[in-house]
Antibody, heavy 124, light 110 residues
Framework: EVQLVESGGGLVQPGGSLRLSCAAS????????MNWVRQAPGKGLEWVAN????????YYVDSVKGRFTISRDNANNSLYLQMNSLRAEDTAVYYC?????????????????WGQGTLVTISS | QSALTQPASVSGSPGQSITISCTGT?????????VSWYQQHPGKAPKLFIY???NRPSGVSIRFSGSKSGNTASLTISGLQAEDEADYYC??????????FGGGTKLTVL
């Protein structure tokens, strides 16, 4: 059974940093693009970033470029999101999401499994 | 990258059909057949219902179908059921190798 379990969320002051983790199991993690998607309270979904199977390609939404870094550890089946210079508008539930396609050179940008999410709150 | 445009809400009675639209630009919806639809119940993670415009993942009911014309994609749900009441989001690959979601549509089954 595929499982994605996020952790690392919490309350942080503006300008602070946080590192989110996503522990994956039930599939060959190293064969899939992985993504972070967020959802502000009461709002819609926003794609944040993705990373290729070997970590060689990463893409970000404009609003987080230069502040957030996505990374992965295939040996430990883990996905990460390092978030720096946090702003109030980064407050959201952050989901880890698995790409649909196995061993796709290009990410399919379709997400067939999602974690339960971890809440990040940026407030003074 | 601006969010794709969806109606804020739609409604229908059990057994009826409804369609949710998703309008973008030639740089996203109109330029690629990489439009997906997700269903999200309150407090739950989204679930993939349609990918690549009209494909259904295993386990998704045939009552759900997708299509696209120009810069607008559509999700049609036929034979509405109470369990279909949820939020629905479209998404599209973009020319910047990113993904953009729609603002979401709340479906109410009357």
């Amino acid at each position: 059974e595929v499982q994605l379990v996020e952790s690392g969320g919490g309350l942080v002051q503006p300008g602070g940093s946080l590192r989110l983790s996503c522990a994956a199991s039930g599939f060959t993690f190293s064969n899939y693009w992985m993504n972070w998607v967020r959802q502000a309270p009461g709002k819609g979904l926003e794609w944040v970033a993705n990373i290729k199977q070997d970590g060689s390609e990463k893409y970000y939404v404009d609003s987080v470029k230069g502040r957030f870094t996505i990374s992965r550890d295939n040996a430990n089946n883990s996905l990460y999101l390092q978030m720096n210079s946090l702003r109030a508008e980064d407050t959201a539930v952050y989901y880890c999401a698995k790409d649909l396609d196995y061993d796709n050179v290009w990410g399919s940008y379709n997400f067939d499994y999602w974690g339960q999410g971890t809440l990040v709150t940026i407030s003074s | 990258q601006s969010a794709l445009t969806q109606p804020a809400s739609v409604s229908g009675s059990p057994g009826q059909s409804i369609t949710i639209s998703c309008t973008g630009t030639s740089s996203d919806v109109g330029g690629y057949d990489y439009v997906s639809w997700y269903q999200q119940h309150p407090g739950k993670a989204p679930k993939l219902f349609i990918y690549e415009v009209s494909n259904r993942p295993s386990g998704v009911s045939i009552r759900f179908s997708g299509s696209k014309s120009g810069n607008t994609a559509s999700l049609t749900i036929s034979g509405l059921q109470a369990e279909d009441e949820a939020d629905y989001y479209c998404s599209s690959y973009t020319s910047s190798s990113t993904l953009v979601f729609g603002g979401g549509t709340k479906l109410t089954v009357l």
